[in-house]
């Protein structure tokens, strides 16, 4: 089993649509928990980060965490073109001692 | 205020032979992860540095190493290339692990360094 699991995609979407993007993990003390944004040919950079169970919002953003499910999820509403990325989820285990990211999924919104 | 910054920002090496990656921390970042973009694979896990200790590796074979510096900067050396290093490798900076508490993992990344190995 993979530490961090995320679906590759490509998850398309219609511009204004909401994108529901998921992840799950693997390492049950994990303490944080966090997604980044990929542009083809860029670094990540990080877009959310959520630490205790419920919702995290922050502007088109939405974070989701179920620590009893091991799920972590991020919703983008109103998608736009620009959005169109990859999505990587990460996880820090307190087993593990270390950031681990899962593969990422492809998000495509087509105006 | 600089980012991460990398370099050199391309590498081309023959196998066998080694590659040194270099990489400054955002200033006032005293913690430093190196992870590996190979095609495909997404980031994996090399090394974490934090105020010139290593905190942990991944798993990959000892010919790959590296050191913090005083300053915080870091260096990641490959040893004996292979055809699979190729690959972009990432570095990125954090607050130091004591300061950053439950916020470890809010990392900033460099652009990278790509290096191929032929």
């Known amino acids: 089993q993979k530490e961090v699991e995320q679906n590759s995609g490509p998850l398309s979407v219609p511009e204004g649509a909401i994108a529901s993007l998921n992840c799950t993990y693997s390492d049950r003390v994990s303490q944080s928990f966090f997604w980044y944004r990929q542009y083809s040919g860029k670094s990540p950079e990080l877009i959310m980060s959520i630490y205790s169970n419920g919702d995290k919002e922050d502007g088109r953003f939405t974070a989701q965490l179920n620590k009893a499910s091991q799920y972590v999820s991020l919703l983008i509403r109103d998608s736009q073109p620009s959005d169109s990325a990859t999505y990587l989820c990460a996880v820090f285990g307190g087993a593990t001692n270390k950031l681990i990211f899962g593969t990422g999924t492809l998000l495509a919104v087509q105006p | 205020e600089a980012g991460v910054t990398q370099s050199p920002t391309h590498l081309i090496k023959t196998r066998g032979q080694q590659a040194t990656l270099r990489c400054s921390p955002i200033s006032g970042h005293t913690s430093v992860y190196w992870y590996q973009q190979a095609l495909g694979l997404g980031l994996q896990f090399l090394l974490w540095?934090?105020?010139?200790?290593?905190?942990n590796r991944g798993n990959f074979p000892p010919r790959f190493s590296g050191r913090q510096f005083p300053n915080y900067s870091s260096e990641l050396n490959v040893n004996a290339l292979e055809l699979e290093d190729s690959a972009l490798y990432l570095c990125a900076s954090s607050l130091a692990l004591q300061l950053a508490g439950a916020n470890t993992g809010e990392l900033f990344f460099g652009e990278g360094s790509r290096l191929t190995v032929l």
């Open positions: 540095y934090d105020e010139g200790e290593e905190r």
